[in-house]
């Protein structure tokens, strides 16, 4: 099995240890109040942002209602062009597909565009210990790849690292490197990735890439990037092969198109990422460039028993990131704390869908529910609402904590009995009252050390608002 | 026909004030100050005694049995009111938003669950938008910001209306917060389950209030004030924080929360 492995379970050490790392929350500052202020200035600009939300989220939905035809219709046209369609079940069967692939075109070198499914299913591992030589193209996935870490943002993997740590990162991988050349600025540090890709490029048998959409009625794959590193990962391989899961799918180009106009404003606040390129099947006769086979494997691993299920919604998701953009607990303890794959509250839905919510229970309580990941998810995927479910599904489990659900239950006894409750609450009242009396606050207080240890406790008024009317207003 | 109809007027609008267990057990002079309000825009206020708590903590907690056996109370104890009013984004967004999806499926519950959605509004935004309250007697002296609390925000669109009114207050200077749409780390259970998680975000939020050097912030909601004002507290910050009622009524004279004379 290749698929990685999970750390959610010990959510609450791996946040605390991320509050307490300072050059983390240096860079999680600097995510913060740089997307979500782009978007919001590209958003304002576009009148019809709202109506293209509602299309794009029809889209989707029809999509999903259908998405067996549009699969097969799709697969029908793949071949068409002369291309492969692979359909994997799960992680595994994935990236054996991909490495028998590899291994015909007789690979030694292969280039890797950004690609989360890629992660899901532990492809980066599965071909490292298979003796393929693996090159991350995207200048955020390169880096992470030198340091053996996995991506803590799923539209910047490297957002948790310095400038100063990728310097280090490359002077202590890149062998032949002058120690005087500097490696201060975004320009020296994107020279000198570009020196060392351009050869690996050009070296590589097979270039794997994701798939932002695949579209039906033409059999094509669109990837989007900043840095055009997909279009050379894709191009100059003699084989191209594309891992995407199921619901990539969209019945049109004119569709792709439509929540193409969501995609970038949402997670990057560009209007168009700087690249979009279409891919239709291998080279043909009159085509200047192109690979020699074009390959796409299909991965379900999980999205098929989402179909249909109260969780079918996430199935919209186009990746985005603009829910972690604005998410104050991302924010607080970044990509890493969640412990898989997918973080934020994306993942806070897709991890328990995917790989149980015995495992990744902590997630969907990880949250405030603030509200503003669904304020802003471009797909307008009903995140707190199932949130909420995968709560119901794991309250009895030690996720909530076994104190504050008695704590609750308690409480939900005694308001369930208003009589009783004005009895006990009158005396609870009472009681704090005088504990905090001449302060105003309590310092310490049996049984909230989660709560005192950090702050103090305000100390009630005095009397409850129930019996003070009473006394007050006689009825 | 009334007495009122007979001479022309309008009966008066009957609401039902939805306390909150927090304003009940924390801070009664809310109440108060909600009922002086409601009655100064021309509701006549009751309170229903049989009223405790609209089930929103095992609700978000994953508890829907509970969260049914304590909001099941409200259904009657609100039967006869023209609109339900609680100073509270949060336990109003409860009964608005989310009562009909908790009785989902229950032919006789839910469509009383919808009825009672229907008729639940936020303090502010229901004298703003549904009674159309132009102007406060209240007098207040210093600088203020007010602190959007998420539920509020969001599923109720509470935003402009506590601002409108605090800005017909002779005195008062409103400020604005960096990130003021950002969730201050109470969220219900949340502080307790998470408390490292929520401790780093009140301490941003209090770093923010800091910058704009008020000497009170304001909010709707009692969950997000007292974690604040806790958090302000423990770091001897001299801010104060106050329910936005409590001001608009002109009733400043109860100590800040967390606070003696």
């Known amino acids: 099995m290749t698929a990685p492995e999970s750390t959610s379970r010990s959510f609450p050490d791996n946040a605390r240890a991320a509050l307490g790392d300072a050059v983390l929350q240096r860079a999680l500052g600097n995510l913060k109040l740089g997307f979500p202020v782009k978007r919001a200035e590209v958003v304002a600009d576009l009148p019809e942002f709202e109506a293209l939300r509602d299309a794009a989220k029809d889209i989707k939905n029809h999509t999903l209602a259908h998405l067996d035809a549009y699969l097969e219709i799709y697969e029908a046209n793949v071949v068409k062009s002369g291309g492969h369609v692979h359909w994997a079940r799960t992680a595994n069967e994935a990236c054996e597909t991909v490495l028998a692939i590899c291994r015909d075109a007789g690979a030694s070198v292969v280039t890797k565009g950004k690609s989360m499914v890629a992660e899901e299913i532990g492809l980066n591992a599965h071909l490292d210990n298979n003796g393929i030589e693996r090159v991350e193209t995207d200048l955020g996935e390169y880096i992470i790849q030198l340091r053996n870490e996995p991506p803590s943002h799923i539209i910047v993997p490297a957002v948790h690292v310095t400038k100063d740590q990728i310097a280090d990162t490359f002077r202590a991988a890149h062998e032949g490197l002058d120690p005087a050349r500097p490696l201060t600025e975004s320009r020296d540090i994107t020279d000198e990735a570009r020196n060392r890709l351009r050869e690996k490029y050009f070296a590589a048998e097979v270039g794997i890439t994701g798939a932002n959409f695949l579209i039906a009625e033409t059999g094509s794959s669109i990837i989007v990037t900043n840095e055009g590193n997909g279009d050379l990962t894709q191009t100059l391989a003699k084989v191209h092969i594309v891992v995407a899961s199921l619901e990539k799918m969209i019945p049109t180009m004119e569709d792709a198109f439509a929540v193409l106009r969501l995609l970038a404003r949402s997670s990057t606040g560009q209007e168009f990422s700087v690249y979009t390129t279409v891919s239709n099947g291998p080279r043909r006769p009159d085509d200047l460039d192109g690979p020699e086979a074009y390959h796409v494997v299909l991965v379900d691993n999980g999205r098929t028993a989402m179909l249909g299920s109260d969780y079918q919604d996430m199935l919209r998701c186009i990746r985005c990131a603009a829910c972690m953009n604005h998410c104050p607990v991302y924010g607080a303890v970044g990509g890493h704390a969640y412990g898989w794959v997918y973080p934020g509250p994306m993942g806070a839905v897709l991890t328990p869908s995917l790989i149980g919510i015995a495992e990744s229970g902590h997630l969907p309580h990880a949250s405030t529910f603030c509200g503003r990941c669904e304020q802003v998810c471009p797909m307008k995927i009903p995140l707190t609402s199932m949130m909420r479910r995968y709560r119901e599904q794991s309250y009895q489990s030690d996720h909530m904590g076994i104190f504050p659900r008695k704590l609750l239950g308690l409480w939900s006894y005694l308001a369930s009995r208003p009589t009783l409750y004005r009895f006990l609450t009158r005396l609870a009242v009472g009681v704090l009252r005088l504990a905090g009396s001449g302060h105003g606050v309590l310092r310490r207080m049996p049984f909230a050390d989660a709560w005192t240890r950090t702050r103090d406790f305000p100390a009630p008024e005095g009397g409850t608002f129930m019996d003070r009317y009473r006394r007050n207003r006689p009825t | ?261």
Do not use: W
Not at chain 2, 75 to 82: H, K, M, R, T, V
């Open chain 2, 1 to 261: 026909m009334s007495q009122d109809e007979a001479r022309g007027e309008k009966p008066p609008i009957k609401v039902g004030l939805f306390v909150t267990c927090l304003v009940d057990l924390f801070r009664p002079s809310v109440g108060f100050s909600a009922i002086k309000l409601l009655e100064g825009a021309g509701c006549t206020v009751e309170v229903p005694p049989m009223q405790v708590c609209c089930g929103q903590p095992a609700y978000n907690s994953g508890d829907r049995a509970a969260a049914r056996s304590v909001a099941r109370g409200l259904l009657d104890a609100f039967d006869g009111s023209d609109y339900v009013v609680a100073p509270s984004g949060s336990c109003a967004g409860m009964l608005n938003k989310h009562l009909p999806d908790l009785f989902a499926g229950d032919p006789e519950l839910e469509p009383r669950a919808q009825a009672l959605a229907a008729k639940s509004h936020e303090l502010v935004s229901f004298l703003v938008d549904v009674l159309g309250v132009t102007e406060v007697s209240a007098a207040f002296e210093g600088s203020v910001a007010y602190h959007d609390s998420c539920s509020g925000l969001r599923e109720l669109g509470v935003k402009a209306q506590p601002r409108f009114l605090l800005s017909k207050i002779a005195g008062l200077e409103l400020r604005e917060l960096d990130e003021a749409e950002v969730c201050c780390g109470f969220g219900g259970t949340f502080c307790v389950k998470y408390p490292d998680i929520s401790d780093a975000m009140v301490s941003k939020k209090l770093a923010d209030i800091g910058k704009t050097g008020v000497g009170t912030v304001l909010a709707g909601d009692l969950g997000c004030l007292m974690n604040m004002a806790g958090k302000a507290s423990r770091q001897g910050s001299r801010v104060e924080f106050r329910h936005v009622a409590e001001i608009l009524a002109g009733d400043p004279e109860v100590p800040a929360i967390g606070r003696v004379k």
